[in-house]
């Protein structure tokens, strides 16, 4: 019974991961990566769209984006869009496509990316303990309601505090890997 209400909560946890997986992607390093426009949403034919559904994103080279719109007359409302996400980068519209030349990142700017990345993994990890306390909170109910005994709610606390742990040092490699990746010049 213990390991079924935590085995429950295992794609939520996952989510959590995922997200912050996510979220990471979208961190500038200095290096083209489309994933730096996945949070730029465009005003296209009366509804707000992921930059993704309106165009194709795609890396020139390893300064450079190259956005095509599949109607090109979308190209001035990705343009304003990328601008209005302040991203910290100008497009270029030559008419077909849009061109982003990702500027140098100076020591300072990669500084605070690196905070930033850290407060992105805090996010996680409260991520992570909101789901754990809900898992608590259904083990509790479960004792109370005597579908598992005082030393199963022991014993899966243990067991569940064992998985937060190794949730936990995902998020840390994950963002160890992002840090070294945002240094590297």
């Known amino acids: 019974m213990v390991?079924?209400?935590?085995?429950?909560?295992k794609s939520?946890?996952?989510?959590v991961i995922d997200r912050y997986a996510h979220e990471l992607n979208s961190?500038?390093?200095?290096?083209?990566?489309?994933?730096?426009?996945?949070?730029?949403?465009v005003e296209s034919y009366g509804s707000k769209m992921p930059i993704e559904?309106?165009?194709?994103?795609?890396?020139s080279d390893a300064k450079t984006l190259t956005i095509s719109p599949w109607d090109k007359s979308q190209l001035g409302a990705i343009d304003k869009a990328i601008q209005m996400a302040n991203l910290g980068f100008n497009p270029t519209n030559d008419g077909n496509v849009i061109r982003i030349t990702l500027p140098p990142m100076s020591e300072e700017r990669?500084?605070?990316?690196v905070k930033m990345v850290g407060q992105m993994a805090e996010q996680g990890r409260i991520g992570i303990r909101n789901v754990r306390e809900s898992v608590i909170k259904e083990l509790k109910k479960a004792e109370s309601d005597g579908k598992i005994s005082k030393d199963d709610l022991t014993f899966g606390q243990k067991k569940l505090q064992e998985q937060i742990d190794k949730y936990n040092e995902e998020i840390k490699k994950l963002a160890e890997q992002k840090e070294k990746e945002v240094m590297t010049v």
């Not at 390991?3 to 909560?9: A, G």
């Not at 939520?12 to 989510?15: A, G, R, S, T």
């Open 27 to 41: 961190v500038r390093t200095g290096r083209a990566n489309p994933a730096l426009l996945s949070t730029v949403m």
């Open 12 to 15: 939520e946890f996952d989510k």
């Open 110 to 113: 990669r500084k605070e990316m």
């Open 53 to 59: 559904h309106v165009a194709s994103v795609s890396v």
């Open 3 to 9: 390991d079924q209400i935590i085995n429950s909560h």
